[in-house]
């Protein structure tokens, strides 16, 4: 389950580890929003196999308490119909905060992705969504530290690092070093030829 494009990503990238792993069951990726493929991450969705079912509680563009009333009831709704094993929450939204009401309520375990991220611009969500799962991921030693200092069991938690390995790993590997860098308005003749050495980071806007 994810609320955004960048999440969303995220979310479908390991979804298809997942599928591809042959774990046993299907995953059904979900957005809060009306399903879709964001368009900017065109080209690395192109490169990832669909998963075998895509939902969106087409709940966005309302007030907060209106939303989280519609997420909650189509969520739990989903949740009776496909009795899932576990749902995998991404994101700190007021959606994403109802579906995870939804899912504690039916008992259904929760697995919190990127656990333990605070700062003000992000709402009072995130936390409440990290105290009802049962299993929490990290993507950082801070996010870590974050929840200890919250009170979170040691036992309930788990530094992972960053989803965007899954989405690298997934990229597409036909890409040439030089579109990469004109994509972003660099000159490929930075790279020295007689001996090409280059130091990519990938960062969403809040360091995602």
Same mark, same amino acid.
């Given at each position: 389950?994810?609320?955004?494009?960048?999440?969303?990503?995220?979310?479908?990238?390991?979804?298809?580890?997942?599928?591809?792993?042959?774990?046993?069951?299907?995953?059904?990726?979900?957005?809060?929003?009306?399903?879709?493929?964001?368009?900017?991450?065109?080209?690395?969705?192109?490169?990832?196999?669909?998963?075998?079912?895509?939902?969106?509680?087409?709940?966005?563009?309302?007030?907060?308490?209106?939303?989280?009333?519609?997420?909650?009831?189509?969520?739990?709704?989903?949740?009776?119909?496909?009795?899932?094993?576990?749902?995998?929450?991404?994101?700190?939204?007021?959606?994403? #905060? @109802?579906?995870?009401?939804?899912? &504690? %309520? $039916?008992?259904?375990?929760?697995?919190? /992705?990127?656990?333990? *991220?605070?700062?003000?611009?992000?709402?009072?969500?995130?936390?409440?969504?990290?105290?009802?799962?049962?299993?929490?991921?990290?993507?950082?030693?801070?996010?870590?530290?974050? #929840? @200890?200092?919250?009170?979170?069991? &040691? %036992? $309930?938690?788990?530094?992972?690092?960053? /989803?965007?390995?899954? *989405?690298?790993?997934?990229?597409?590997?036909?890409?040439?070093?030089?579109?990469?860098?004109?994509?972003?308005?660099?000159?490929?003749?930075?790279?020295?030829?007689?001996?090409?050495?280059?130091?990519?980071?990938?960062?969403?806007?809040?360091?995602?």
């Amino acid at each position: 389950m994810a609320d955004d494009a960048v999440d969303y990503l995220k979310v479908r990238m390991l979804a298809a580890d997942c599928e591809g792993a042959a774990l046993g069951g299907d995953v059904v990726v979900t957005m809060v929003r009306a399903s879709c493929e964001p368009q900017e991450n065109g080209d690395l969705l192109k490169a990832v196999p669909v998963p075998s079912l895509e939902l969106g509680l087409n709940v966005a563009g309302r007030d907060s308490a209106e939303l989280m009333s519609l997420a909650l009831t189509r969520f739990s709704a989903l949740l009776a119909e496909f009795a899932p094993a576990g749902v995998a929450l991404i994101g700190d939204s007021a959606g994403i #905060l @109802a579906c995870a009401l939804a899912a &504690s %309520e $039916r008992g259904v375990p929760i697995l919190r /992705l990127d656990a333990g *991220v605070r700062s003000s611009s992000r709402g009072p969500y995130g936390s409440l969504i990290d105290r009802l799962a049962g299993r929490l991921l990290t993507r950082s030693v801070n996010a870590h530290s974050m #929840l @200890a200092r919250e009170g979170t069991p &040691s %036992e $309930r938690m788990e530094c992972v690092g960053s /989803l965007w390995q899954v *989405v690298i790993r997934r990229s597409p590997a036909d890409v040439s070093p030089g579109d990469v860098l004109r994509r972003f308005g660099v000159a490929p003749s930075v790279v020295d030829p007689v001996s090409p050495f280059g130091l990519l980071t990938v960062s969403g806007a809040s360091g995602r």
